[in-house]
């Protein structure tokens, strides 16, 4: 097991539409659980986590939402702020507010980014780089789908290079090797047991080699479908479908066979990813020359939710589930 | 005509519109499938096709132009294509982004200084916007070549629809905005500011980045400053290419809450800009066959013992699943018919339900295609 408890930092991606902010939210409300103290860091302007908790917070605040459980959206120009702020003192100030450095800065690709992710490391630092803030044990970022998230990730890196020497070429080499360290930093793969976003979490694999030297920590597989009938079950209930006379016991049997079609269906697609998984996990373990253990990526399914919206007891109860990841 | 055929029959162009995992694709694809097969030479754009899909439609995905799917693939399927052609690409977002800087570069040294610029190299990706304004850049050369009947764009994959819808702007913000302008204006002041000046900015500036990377910077945009004119231009012609008479765009959506509540506010945005929306598709819909209809679940498993003979365990585990499922169709039901009211009578509106399995191949795609011309 991956024992997130341990981790600073938990970047949970996947692709757009698999439930990311749902499983950060899940994932952060189990490890408060635990008594640690943890912050949901949002990067796409939302605070949906806030927003289930019945909170609407401004920009770049860190809120308490309950007990050990704190949430935050990152901003941009926030996060540039406190930087200039936190590295430069009033001179930092007097630059925040010159016209052409926001020039620059709007302007050069990547930036926004790489201010992303400072921030995120920076609600993982202890002590907070910034004076005043209070340290967290756990930061769960509900970060951006899989293509942006990877882009996202290697920019640290990026400006160090193009940097060379410099207090971004230092920041960026700090940051990227966080992010390299796998006893401080996790990525979790959301995925449905789907055809696309199997595939993407298959690719991310790659990707996330590519972009930190890591492999997904885990893959969570939500909204997986009940097997409630079996394949003798289901010729049973095939056959009763065709004599069937009153049209009630009709549409039951035909609900029920077609929710195990697309329950087999899913069970087909955990296994590709399974799979899948294990082989690239195996072929990167042989290429990096490492003969470790070869322990493999854990996978977490969580329980379709059969509901109009998911809400606060609906997020407790994936919780639940998701506390085996720490 | 009936179905999208008659959404469709003035649109030279068709921009399929919705958010992340509703099934834009395979909608694209059935739809330009389905008009190929009445006749028409259309292409679809796609951006990241499932590769099970790429490879049941042969797409070669090393393009970046449209490539002629085999006829032979639709008609064994039981879609005849007859006189109509179909074609597919899928989209190279760097590619497309080079070419472009390629075309507006005035002369082939600029091009060149600006491909190796390092900040460029290594950040043109982020400069693309992702893929939004690549899309619809390729769209317009397209549009441009003028040998389609019917363009179809599936447009890429954000967590947000209307990034697509703000992507022509944004990088024209990028080159005209105040950001850049400051850097440019007056002939380059402001960039000779930064970038030689030795002003209080300036010493501020190197403080905080480093002094190669802000070398590197100014380079980056004094090379791009030339191209900002063809930019601006090009901005306007793909900005033109979304307002034009043979436009229009169709929503997809799934029918749960938020896909919806996306799909409304895509509609919104399109009619303030007045651009066309012709058309709303709902995906993957969970039907039972009693509809919304109450009081259904009362006392199923007795009834299913008695009158399907079941085991009293299995009737349990039938009951418990159309419990879902009928649950599911109730909600699904509810959400599609405030889609329906919130877009008002004139957008015309078809539900699709879920077909058990997902659709990656061309029988599918036929199978998807039957519902939407249906």
Redesign the interface.
Known sequence: MPAFANKRLVFVTGKGGVGKSTVAVALAIAAARRGLRTIVAELSGQARAAEAFGIKPPCGEEVRLAEHLHATSVGVDEALEEYLHERAGRVGDLLTASRAFHAFTGATPGMRELMTIGKTWELAQDPRRISGRRPYDLVVVDAFATGHALGALRTPATFAEIARVGPIAHQGRTIDATLRDPAQTAVVAVTLPEEMPVAETLALHGGLREAIGQEPAAAVVNACLPERLGPRQARTVADALEAAQDRVTHAALRSALSQQARASAQRAQVERLVDGLARRSAEARQAAGDGGSPAGIPLLELPYVFAEALDLPALEGLADRLEALL | MNGLAAWLADARVCIVGG????GKTTTSAALAAGMAARGLKVAVVTIDP???LATALGLDELGNEPQRIEPERFAAAGLPLGDGELWAMTLDPKRTFDDLIARLSPDAETRERIFAN??YR??????AG?QEFTAVAKLHELAQDGSWDLLVLDTP????ALDFLDAPDRLRT?FE???????LRGGGA?LR??GRGTG??FG??????????LS??SDF?RLLGGLLGGFRERAEQVEALLRAAGTTFLLVSSPE?E?VDEALFFARRLRAADMALCGAIVNRMHV???GGEDG?LDG?PA??ER????SPA?AR??????A?????AR?DAANVARLRTRLGAEVPLLAVP?L???V?DVDGLVRLGAELFA
Do not use: C, K, M
Not at chain 2, 324 to 328: G, I, K, S, V
């Open positions: 958010s992340g995992g509703v499932a590769q099970r390092r900040v290594e950040l043109s990706d982020a400069i992702s994959p954000s967590r947000n990028f905005g105040r950001a850049l302008q400051t850097l402001g500011l930064i209080l900015v501020l500036l190197r403080r905080v980045t480093g002094a190669e990377l590197d910077l945009f809450r896909p039972d066959e009693l259904v199923l009834r299913l009158a399907a003979g079941l299995l585990g039938v009951a418990a699943a159309f879902d499922e009928h649950a599911l909600r879920l058990d399995g997902d990656h």
